[in-house]
């Protein structure tokens, strides 16, 4: 069994900043790549970044230049560095890990279960 946690969401100001984390536990063998979604209240579900095992980052174009996206192989966490937040940036966060839970099997998606992140004055 795999478990995500993520933590950091809250209430910010427009311009202001979080730090979203997310925690793999559980029976891991390795993980292929994490990434942190999004939904706002009406939307579909949508991708923020990407980090693989590798080092190799991606994100959508609406937070290129605000968001970091970093991690800790070793401790099977992922960060969000979120800056200058803006109202539409508001939405329940969600980490996604695509773990291979033993030698030689297959990478399955597992995901968190959300933190809300709210900017607004």
């Known amino acids: 069994q795999v478990q995500l946690v993520e933590s950091g969401g809250g209430l910010v100001q427009p311009g202001g900043t979080l730090r979203l984390s997310c925690v793999a536990s559980g029976i891991i063998f390795s993980i292929k790549s994490m990434a942190w979604y999004r939904q706002a209240p009406g939307k579909e579900r949508e991708l923020v970044a990407t980090?693989?095992?590798?080092?190799?980052?991606n994100y959508a174009d609406s937070v290129k230049g605000r968001f970091t996206i970093s991690g800790d192989n070793a401790k099977h966490t992922v960060y969000l560095q979120m800056n200058s937040l803006k109202p539409e940036d508001t939405a329940v966060y969600y980490c996604?890990?695509?773990?291979?839970?033993?030698?030689?099997?297959?990478?399955?998606?597992?995901w968190g279960q959300g933190t809300q992140v709210t900017v607004s004055s």
């Open positions: 996604k890990g695509q773990v291979n839970v033993r030698s030689g099997g297959a990478y399955y998606d597992y």
């Open positions: 980090l693989t095992s590798s080092g190799r980052t």
